[in-house]
């Protein structure tokens, strides 16, 4: 089951009339924010990834 622009803009305007337009901009900047966040998290436990972007860090160097 795909959405359509109609159904989204729909969404849209209902999320506006419950939440109000600054509410939602923070729930948006709420979720970036932890989601960059838990990226960061799962990176520092994997030492592959760690070793991958300092062998990146030297080459920006």
């Known amino acids: 089951m795909r959405l359509g622009s109609t159904e989204l803009i729909l969404i849209l305007i209902i999320a506006i009339a419950l939440f109000g337009t600054s509410r939602i901009a923070g729930i ?34």
Do not use: L, Q
């Open 28 to 61: 948006g900047k709420a979720m970036g924010k932890s989601i960059r966040e838990f990226k960061e998290e799962v990176n520092a436990d994997d030492p592959a990834a760690k070793k991958e972007e300092d062998g990146r860090s030297d080459e920006k160097a």
